[in-house]
């Protein structure tokens, strides 16, 4: 499975890909960050990180995409670029209908180091070891963004086969079954 994660930002928007399956190694494919200027307009702004995302999609074609889940911190003025951002990854990803997944920042903390209020160092380190990396990628979103693809892969793919499993079964169910009377 390959994974295009993202992690949101108007300013920075982290974005890598991790390609791998559960139980086996995973592996880097590329990491880096789509930068818009604060001193352009927002919309301008929005339309940079869609062309960039637009790129990834276009190279690496991954199976999946992997959005962090914005969620209300205690510096609100970064919500709503963040959301904004948020939303044209959702966008593009649907656009080529790739199945998305959010994930919450714990989410990641707990899937990447096992501990759901993991600070960033211990996230990096981990990022670093389960992608056998010489170094963490820099800027901090670039690492959040193979996390997010790191988590996707670890349970999202499962997510998704339970998923397929309950419809296959839910389809069964609806059809009817004869049998001939011979």
Known sequence: MRVLGIDPGLTRCGIGVV??????????VDVNVVRTSSTLPVAERLVTIERGIDAWLDEYRPD??????????????TIMGTAQASGIALVCAARRGLPVALHTPSEVKAAVSGNGRADKAQVGAMITRI??????PKP?????????????IWRGGAQARIDAAVAATRGRAATPSFRSRA
């Open 131 to 136: 992608l056998r990396l010489e170094t963490l």
């Open 64 to 77: 999946a995409v992997a959005v962090e889940r914005v969620f209300a911190r205690s510096d609100s003025s």
């Open 140 to 152: 901090a979103d670039a690492a959040d963004a193979l996390a997010l693809a790191i988590t996707h």
């Open 19 to 28: 390609e791998g399956s559960v139980g086996r190694p995973l592996s880097l």
